[in-house]
């Protein structure tokens, strides 16, 4: 969803693109927002479950409610003396287009930090209930890495979700760790229906290798949903570990060898045929057969048949 209509009418004095509305809804939209502000602050995250929409906007990502209520319960686990405040209490309500705008400065409070948001909510008043359609704060804020956001929750989750894979990936002696972030996929619901049977994912198929490491930049994998990592060793004498990632599909597995050092491919990807070449193991696949060298093994089409071929690779 596009967001600049939005956080122009939010977080500007109303000009006459946004409608006045009347004092009487002004005050139900007002008693809602400090409501939903107090379930919050009383770690009520049963509460919340009813003020959302079927689907939301939450921090910019699409969410439905079950999901939105589920960050609540984990900002809540992790942060038992989580408190939040509207500071001076002051809302400011628009409406536009059948949508109230609600901004205001959120004040948090958890484990001793403080700290203050820009913030907004956009409602619809739908069945004569109020209902959240978005959530989140100003795109102008530092600190929406802080603990207290989803983004920081679906890094910790995507750590404990992937195995992390130690090694020296920049070649500086020290040791570093991999994690992969992989997307979010498709419910069976949501999978019957789609016309395009390969999407497994919500939004983008992609992966994101990640590291520890300041200096290696995060390596993306389009069309890539399940994985594994492997650590390769140094195999072009540089003396970083060289990073292999399994692109794991029902049918195939293809083996992308990265130089983490820079972000590119040393070959093509490996591609082996799962239903033919069977518990295929990695030292079956890749082997330094010299300085500089390896050799690849991969499944390959001939003449109708499905054969192992191997193909000797020198690296720069």
Same mark, same amino acid.
């Given at each position: ?36 502000n ?6 009520? /995250?049963?509460?919340? $479950? ?5 689907v @939301?906007? !939450?921090? *910019?990502? %699409? ?12 900002l ?20 536009? /287009?059948?949508?109230? $705008? ?5 004040? @948090?409070? !958890?484990? *001793?930090? %403080? ?76 999978k ?51 990073i ?41 696949i ?31």
């Amino acid at each position: 969803m596009k967001l600049l209509p939005l956080i122009t009418c939010l977080f500007f004095v109303v000009f006459s693109s946004c409608n006045e509305i009347d004092p009487k809804g002004e005050e139900e939209v007002s008693t809602f927002v400090k409501q939903w502000n107090e379930n919050h602050s009383q770690l009520k /995250a049963s509460f919340l $479950l009813r003020d959302y929409m079927d689907v @939301v906007e !939450y921090y *910019g990502k %699409e969410q439905t409610k079950r999901e939105v209520q589920q960050d609540k319960l984990t900002l809540f686990e992790q942060f038992p003396d989580y408190q939040q405040q509207i500071v001076n209490g002051q809302l400011t309500i628009t409406r536009e /287009a059948g949508l109230y $705008l609600v901004v205001f400065k959120k004040r @948090v409070q !958890y484990s *001793g930090i %403080e700290g203050v948001y820009e913030s907004y909510l956009s409602l619809i008043l739908k069945n004569g209930d109020y209902k959240i359609v978005r959530e989140g704060v100003s795109e102008d804020v530092k600190s929406q890495d802080a603990a207290i956001f989803p983004k920081y929750r679906e890094i910790n989750r995507a750590k404990s979700r992937n195995r992390q894979l130690f090694g020296d990936f920049n070649g500086d002696g020290l040791s570093d760790y991999v994690f992969v972030d992989s997307p979010v996929l498709l419910s069976e619901t949501e999978k019957n229906e789609k016309t395009d049977t390969y999407n497994m994912c919500k939004g983008k198929c992609t992966s994101v290798i990640n590291f520890s490491a300041p200096s290696l930049e995060a390596i993306a994998v389009e069309g890539a949903y399940q994985s594994q990592l492997e650590n390769l060793k140094d195999l072009n004498g540089d003396g970083a570990d060289e990073i292999g990632f399994w692109n794991i599909k029902p049918n195939t597995k293809s083996l992308y060898i990265f130089d983490a050092t820079n972000s590119t491919l040393l070959t093509p990807p490996v591609v082996i045929n799962t239903n033919v070449h069977k518990n295929l193991r990695l030292i079956d696949i890749i082997k330094k057969t010299g300085p500089k060298k390896i050799t690849i093994t991969h499944s390959s089409e001939q003449n109708g048949k499905w054969v192992l071929e191997s193909t000797v690779i020198e690296l720069e």
